[in-house]
């Protein structure tokens, strides 16, 4: 996962705190493991601040490590939302969980890892027991774009700094200036950023999955890291609108036909069905203790 | 594909009451420019490259460029140092706040056809996408303007799709082009 001797030792100096952190969350201890987080923190930044002068790529590993530890401290907050109930929250920690996900996939170069492949596979299976389908997004105009880097207009020539990347260990972002008039909000499928969406209550029938899942938790049915993907189906179950009359009357749906001609056999009526499907995973396997790589 | 306005599919963004719905829907359309004498002054001059275009946005003042447009500079004067890129005076930089690529209208220079365009757009949107998620696909919106050299005339190529549709539109025009030799 690192291709530097220093970032390589720190990352194994850190195995065994992160494993006991995954088992933490597995068992749904979310203070403890912020605790092992913290300590985690405390480390690698010693390291940071001790590696001050090295090399460009050595700097910018260490930005890696502090985000697979914010990867974890957002996951383990996304369960804990859940485990409380707390749905709306839990939706903005998960887009966190994926957004630090997705900096440490772009910054290893998509370095094969069994622990990340879980947590892409998961937080994807997680996403999709959300309501959450259209989002908001707004359109505006700006005058200019400061670099977070050089400080000067990240599109001119003179700032040599591109966003997204990273220097010296630190990410290249643009902060916009001036913002001149905003023209219209939009609904989208794909925005920048899914936690512009409409609230709905915790306790609103839009987060019914998600609130079998809170049941499936705290029964001990079902741990965090055995959640495994969703399957889809259909099923006939009875029709709770169903009323038997005779059939030459006319029929309760208010179609205007006669029962027989209608609605008759509608006794039974197919229905979605999702079957929120487990796995057992050792921690020990998504995570060696002592593997080369995570 | 066709000349002459011929869209793939339309109505990708609906108006209601003043809020936007926008779908997956693809267009791809080749237009002939009627107005191109700005582009013709560009295109004559032989400059062997391109030149970003701002344009009037809606109800923004001023005129705008896309908001990829100065990633996308970037990104060419990084990997492309032998293109020369222009850009025309802006007054700002549009924001949409969507996660799609909205690249800047263009103007192609004499040394650059259209899919050898289309395959850097592509190529930048690969390098932008690192680190996506699995499920995560890169919706792309462009226009291009360029010069016909078989009708002789001023084309604006439009497109709006995911990036697999941008490289399946390489393909065809390429294989067009093949075949009219």
Redesign the interface.
Known sequence: MFSTEQVNALFQKLRLRILHALYQIDGLCFEECEKDLTEMRAVINAHGQSWHSEIDEVLNEVYVVNRFVDLLSSYSTTWLNISKKKYSASWGSLQSS?DH???????TN?TSSIILDFF?NQ??ELEKLYPYKIFV?????????ECSICGKD??SLECEH???ELYRGKLAYAT?KKI??I???????????KR?VIQYDDDGPQFKLVRYVTDLLTTKTMSPFSFHHLEYSKRMETNPDFRKLPRNEKCYCGSGKKFKKCCEDKKLVEFDHVDIVPRKTELSNIFPSSAGAP | MNDNSDKSNQGDEQELS???????AETCEFTVVENDDEFRTYHQESQPGLKIIAQK??????L?VSPE???F???LR?NHPELNIGISKK??????????YWMPLVYLGSNIALPIYLNLVSSYIFA?M??????EKA?VHLEAVYHDEKEGVSKKFHYEGDSEGLQKIIKKIDLNRFLDK
């Not at chain 1, 996900?101 to 910054?107: A, E, H, N, T």
């Not at chain 1, 023209?183 to 950023?193: F, L, N, S, T």
């Not at chain 2, 007054?91 to 799609?100: A, E, F, R, T």
Request: some cysteine; glycine content about 12%; overall charge positive.
């Open positions: 994926m996900l997705r900096s440490v996939k772009k910054f998509g892409e937080l994807i997004s707004m359109g505006a105009s700006v005058e200019w774009f990240m599109d591109i966003k997204g916009a001149g008039s023209d219209h909000v939009a609904m989208v499928k794909y925005p920048q950023d512009c | 003043g809020i936007h719905f926008l779908d997956d946005y809606r109800s923004c003042e001023g705008l447009a100065g990633d500079t970037k990104w990084r007054d700002g930089i549009l924001v949409l706040h969507s996660s799609d932008r690192k680190g996506a998620l699995r499920n919706r």
